[in-house]
Nanobody, 123 residues
Framework: QVQLVESGGGLVQAGGSLRLSCAASGRMFSSYLMGWFRQAPGKEREFVAA???????YYTGSVKGRFTISRDNAKNTVFLRMNSLKPEDTAVYYCAAQRSYSDAVYTRGYDYWGQGTQVTVSS
């Protein structure tokens, strides 16, 4: 079992920035595909971004150009830098890990999930 712990969420004004962090336990972090998802009340959980073990990155169209995913394997940590935030970015953001690269954009592809961190963007 891998534990994932998100941090860095909070309340920001539209146009502001926030950086989320996800710390992972275990020895195999560097081999995992890491992803960020978000879920607003009454909505489906939505793919946001992912980064592979080779540091290939993937983004959903609504955040491309505004969000940046990165990883620090020495610290077992993945980051999501969010710039130019909009009210529609408001959601609980979840970190997730895949033991092998099966599918970056669907929840069913991931093996481990964090508890989530709330991001609220005011208008």
């Amino acid at each position: 079992q891998v534990q994932l712990v998100e941090s860095g969420g909070g309340l920001v004004q539209a146009g502001g920035s926030l950086r989320l962090s996800c710390a992972a336990s275990g020895r195999m972090f560097s081999s995992y595909l890491m992803g960020w998802f978000r879920q607003a009340p009454g909505k489906e959980r939505e793919f946001v971004a992912a980064i592979s073990s080779g540091r290939n990155t993937y983004y959903t169209g609504s955040v491309k150009g505004r969000f940046t995913i990165s990883r620090d394997n020495a610290k077992n940590t993945v980051f999501l830098r969010m710039n130019s935030l909009k009210p529609e970015d408001t959601a609980v953001y979840y970190c997730a890990a895949q033991r092998s690269y099966s599918d970056a954009v669907y929840t069913r592809g991931y093996d481990y999930w964090g508890q989530g961190t709330q991001v609220t963007v005011s208008s």
